[in-house]
C-alpha cells in the first residue's frame, strides 16, 4: 500500500530554534500534502495545505510566517517551525495523497512530537 | 459547513464482541467520501475502510465493516470479534467535495477492549 515516512519521529528543541519536519510519500506522486496539528485527546487540526510548486494554503488563525511549508518535489514537503517556542510543543502529522478526488484515501506519516524547552 | 459527528468521546468493550463506533455527516454534495482511521497511543494514523457515497453495498475490510445509511447520513464502524490490539482513538473522516477535498475529521472515539 502507499506509504508516507515523516521524519522526525520526536525532536526536542530550546526555545528559540528552529525545526524542520520532512514528509515524504515513498510509492506514489502528491500533488497535494496536508499538515496537521494534534493536541492530546484532541482530534486533528488541519493546518495548511501543501501542493507542490505554489504557495501553501494556510488555515485561519495558522501563522505563515510561523510554519514555513515548501513542497518542492511531488514526492516532499516540508513543514519549519521557526522561532519555536513551547506553546508549539505538539503532535505534528502529515498525509498525503496520490489523487485530489473525494475517493482517494490520504494516507498518514507517523507523526512528529515536538517538544520546545 | 462540512461537519463530522461523532457522539461517543469513549466505549468499552469486551474482548471477542463486535462494537460499533457511531458516525454522522453533514454535505449537501452528492459526491463524498468517508473513511475511518484508528490512531493507536503510538500516533500512527491507520487507514481501517472506506465507504463512497456512490457505492450500493457497505465497504467491508476484514473485522471491519461500515454501517453505511445516506439517508440517516450515518457511517458507523462496526468491528467484530473485538481483539485487545483494537483498543485506539478512531476517528470518522469525509473528505466532502465542498470541503475542497480536505479532511474533515469527526472529535474521535476512544475505544478500549477489555478481557
Known amino acids: 500500500g502507499a506509504v508516507v515516512s515523516q521524519h522526525p519521529s520526536w525532536v526536542i528543541c530550546k526555545s528559540g530554534t528552529s525545526v524542520k519536519i520532512e514528509c515524504r510519500s515513498l510509492d506514489f506522486q502528491a500533488t497535494t500534502m496536508f499538515w496537521y496539528r494534534q493536541f492530546p485527546k484532541q482530534s486533528l487540526m488541519l493546518m495548511a495545505t501543501s501542493n507542490e510548486g505554489s504557495k501553501a494554503t494556510y488555515e485561519q488563525g495558522v501563522e505563515k510566517d510561523k510554519f514555513l511549508i515548501n513542497h518542492a518535489s511531488l514526492t516532499l514537503s516540508t513543514l519549519t517551525v521557526t522561532s519555536a517556542h513551547p506553546e508549539d510543543s505538539s503532535f505534528y502529522i502529515c498525509?498525503?495523497?496520490?489523487?485530489?478526488?473525494?475517493?482517494?484515501?490520504?494516507?498518514f506519516g507517523n507523526g512528529t512530537r515536538l517538544t520546545v524547552t | 459547513a462540512q461537519k463530522i459527528t461523532q457522539t461517543q468521546p469513549g466505549m468499552f468493550v469486551q474482548e471477542k464482541e463486535a462494537v460499533t463506533l457511531d458516525c454522522t455527516y453533514d454535505?449537501?454534495?452528492?459526491?463524498?467520501?468517508l473513511f475511518w482511521y484508528k490512531q493507536p497511543s503510538s500516533g500512527e494514523m491507520i487507514f481501517l475502510i472506506y465507504?463512497?457515497?456512490?457505492?450500493?453495498q457497505n465497504a467491508t475490510e476484514g473485522r471491519y465493516s461500515l454501517n453505511f445509511q445516506k439517508a440517516r447520513k450515518s457511517a458507523n464502524l462496526v468491528i467484530s470479534a473485538s481483539q485487545l490490539g483494537d483498543s485506539a482513538m478512531y476517528f470518522c473522516?469525509?473528505?466532502?467535495?465542498?470541503?475542497?477535498?480536505?479532511?474533515?475529521f469527526g472529535t474521535g472515539t476512544q475505544l478500549k477492549v477489555e478481557l
Open positions: 454535505t449537501s454534495d452528492p459526491s463524498y467520501g
Open positions: 465507504q463512497g457515497s456512490y457505492d450500493q
Open positions: 498525509s498525503a495523497s496520490g489523487g485530489s478526488s473525494y475517493n482517494s484515501p490520504l494516507h
Open positions: 473522516v469525509g473528505r466532502l467535495t465542498g470541503g475542497g477535498n480536505k479532511l474533515t
